[in-house]
């Protein structure tokens, strides 16, 4: 079974910072996989954060995290990051990696194959 375990997660006062680590605990190769974080705030559905395309070089994000996290893959280590900065409150949420079905980038979860279990960020204001 394949696996996708997140990490990093945890409380930081706002305006501090976090990296999250994803990486496939089965050994399968995501490598030709486009990736994406996803969170999900209580009582909210679940929102697209951030991709990367299977090489890096396109990056898509949402409006409300633009210019404050980095995503980024490192395909040797088969791992997928989120370099989240300037945390606000309103980042508080369950975190999900998730491999998408292609080589190419994502905004609907639909679109994804397999999931992390989740990794909680909560931001103190």
């Known amino acids: 079974q394949v696996q996708l375990v997140e990490s990093g997660g945890g409380l930081v006062q706002a305006g501090g910072s976090l990296r999250l680590s994803c ?4 050994g399968r190769s995501f490598s030709n996989n486009a990736m994406g974080w996803f ?5 909210k559905e679940r929102e697209f954060v951030a991709a990367i395309s ?3 070089a396109f990056t ?5 995290v633009k210019g404050r996290f980095t995503i980024s893959r490192d395909n040797a280590k088969n791992t997928v ?3 989240m900065n300037s945390l606000k409150s309103e980042d508080t ?3 999900y990696c998730a491999a998408e079905r292609t080589m190419f ?7 994804y194959i397999y999931w992390g279990q989740g990794t909680q960020v909560t931001v103190s204001s």
């Open 60 to 64: 898509p994000y949402s409006d409300s």
């Open 105 to 111: 980038t994502s905004r609907r979860p639909d679109d």
């Open 39 to 43: 969170r999900q705030a209580p009582g």
């Open 93 to 95: 949420a369950v975190y």
């Open 54 to 56: 299977w090489n890096g």
């Open 81 to 83: 990051y989120l370099q």
């Open 23 to 26: 990486a496939a605990s089965s």
